[in-house]
């Protein structure tokens, strides 16, 4: 009795932070999802992602997942990628570390504590002609205040 018990208690528990992490993905998913549509200035935009967010964007309607680079309309990084085949294209990143990596990144929605994080990098949204709207304002950083 006491096992079937502690497995009823884990799967409960493990469905419970399932349904949480679906949630957090959908959050993750808008924010990208309008952060781009800023960034493009359209509504329906090509984006190549490294991996690991693909499935993610099943949320969205706006951005529609190509496995080519090169016809991407803005890059979406979750590691480290050779970029330079890609041609000179915004780059969006989910992991901090990654704004280092080159220069054409943008901006960056990563988690800390729980929570979502966004930077943009008005050096390099200016490189790309890009005038965010004025909600996205409070997160335009310069990239020498960054590191």
């Known amino acids: 009795m006491k096992k079937i018990l502690t497995l009823l208690m884990l799967i409960i528990t ?70 330079e085949r890609c041609g000179d294209k915004p780059i969006f990143t989910t992991k901090y570390y990654l704004l280092h990596y080159n220069h054409n990144i943008v901006g960056a929605l990563y988690w800390h504590k729980g929570r979502p994080n966004i930077i943009l990098i008005r050096e390099r949204l200016e490189k790309f002609n890009i005038t965010p709207p004025q909600e996205l304002i409070q997160f335009i950083e310069s990239e020498k205040n960054l590191w």
């Open 14 to 83: 493990g469905l419970a932070s399932a349904s949480e992490f679906a949630g957090d993905r959908k959050v993750e998913a808008k924010i990208i999802e309008q952060i781009c549509t800023f960034i493009m200035g359209k509504d329906n935009i090509s984006v190549f992602i490294t991996d690991g967010i693909k499935d993610m964007l099943r949320y969205s309607h706006h951005l529609k997942v190509t496995d080519n680079c090169e016809k991407a309309d803005i890059l979406i990084l979750t590691k480290k990628f050779p970029v």
